[in-house]
């Protein structure tokens, strides 16, 4: 049996590719009901790749919306900088789509494989606290001080991971950028707005994202101001007028944009460093417990993702010595999440949010770029599975 503690996206994703490999296991989710917070998220083709490695492929696909490109503006003048087409020619030279979805659907698409699946167990109420090793594999302690043994466990507890702690000891790092979020019905967004886009707006320390949501009824509008917030926040209700305070600046559809949004919830964003080691004998770590990143490169759940293929294809190899398995599960995705951790942070500071001639710089050499050479930029990361060795 595989322990796992955490039944976000990355958890419930490890349970589903194990048990198609004929290996089960049982999720421990510290919440008392299994859901996902939050609105949007964005998937490129890689995360497309692992669903059809997980067998959800087409329940992925029937959810998603898919936008026509991905289009960077600038916010104080309202021009484009660069557009990204994600048709045809995306799909054929990437091998998948690039498309948007709201996060509780793909966990319930998860949720749901996994409720079907004979071997996966699902426990709620159930917080992760601590794990011994044992001689047989490892005993995880709940926070209830009940205790459940196992082969291996694999720490899908996100950023403030408890198994992480015990593991790594190291500190979560703050940005200092304040994150807030909405959902607006299509007909209240305005009419210049409506685009079938993922579509973010770069300005002075800010930039303001949107894209259409379930089916092109409502979109999600998430909008990031820099203002060197010192500590954590997750989901705090604040009204429009602390949102409105980093965006004074932007260009006046912008604004009016901010002022429809409804029932604003506040993020302060933050990461860790990458290491290079998150195994601890029949013990490893998954998603953001792994490797919690900046949500600018939109990778955070991809990246969770592509874990659990690699994963669960490390121990279908042989459960002999698993120690051994964990650490080359370890080491296939280790440098590609690094450099998705660092350049998530690059992106926040040296493209969404420089001035002047940063910023003037940036719109050159940016529009400057065909759709080829943009292709040829990407594809580090949207042209690999995440599962080809190192594949950085």
């Not at 964005?42 to 696909?61: K, S």
């Not at 604004?255 to 429809?260: A, Y």
């Not at 040296?350 to 930029?377: C, F, I, Q």
């Amino acid at each position: 049996m595989i322990l796992i503690a955490g039944g976000g996206i990355g958890g419930l994703a490890a349970a589903l590719g194990l048990a198609q490999k004929d290996i089960p296991c049982t999720v421990f989710e510290k919440s008392e009901t299994l859901g996902e917070i939050g609105a949007g998220i964005q998937l490129g083709p890689n995360a497309f790749h692992a669903f059809d490695a997980l067998g959800v492929g087409r329940e992925a696909r029937e959810l998603a919306v898919y936008v026509d490109d991905m289009r960077l503006m600038d916010a104080l003048s309202g021009d484009e900088i660069a557009r990204i087409p994600v048709g045809d020619a995306f799909h054929a030279r990437f091998g998948n789509p690039y498309a948007v979805v709201h996060r509780g659907e793909l966990h319930g698409v998860l949720l749901r494989a996994c409720v079907a699946h004979p071997l996966i167990a699902l426990r709620t109420g159930a917080a992760a606290d601590r794990y011994d090793l044992t001689k047989d594999g490892v005993s995880l302690t709940l926070q209830s001080g009940e205790s459940v043994e196992g082969r291996a466990l694999i720490g899908a507890d996100g950023l403030w991971s408890s198994l992480r702690a015990q593991m790594v000891g190291d500190a979560v790092r703050v940005s200092g950028h304040s994150t807030y979020r909405s959902v607006i019905a299509a007909d209240q967004m305005p009419q210049a707005l409506r685009l079938n886009s993922a579509t973010l707006w770069a300005g002075p320390k800010c930039h303001i994202v949107h894209y259409p949501l379930s089916g092109g009824t409502s979109y999600n509008l998430v909008v990031t101001y820099h203002n060197d917030a010192p500590s954590p926040v997750v989901g705090l209700p604040v009204d429009h007028e602390e949102v409105r305070r980093g965006f004074t600046h932007v260009a006046p559809a912008l604004r009016e944009l901010i002022d429809r949004g409804q029932n604003w919830r506040l993020w302060v964003l933050c990461d860790r460093d990458p290491v290079m080691t998150w195994t601890d004998g029949p013990v490893a770590l998954l998603g953001d417990a792994a490797h919690p990143m900046m949500q600018y490169m939109a990778q955070g759940a991809c990246m969770a993702l592509e874990d659990a293929v690699c994963l669960a294809g490390e121990l279908h190899k042989g459960m002999q010595n698993i120690a051994n398995i964990l650490v080359r599960y370890q080491e296939r995705r280790r440098l590609r999440t690094a450099r998705v951790q660092l350049q998530s942070r690059e992106m926040g500071t040296h493209v969404y949010h420089p001035e002047g001639a940063h910023a003037a710089l940036r719109n050159s050499v940016m529009g400057a770029k065909t759709e080829t050479e943009w292709y040829d930029t990407i594809s580090w990361l949207y042209g690999s599975t995440g599962l080809e060795g190192t594949a950085i």
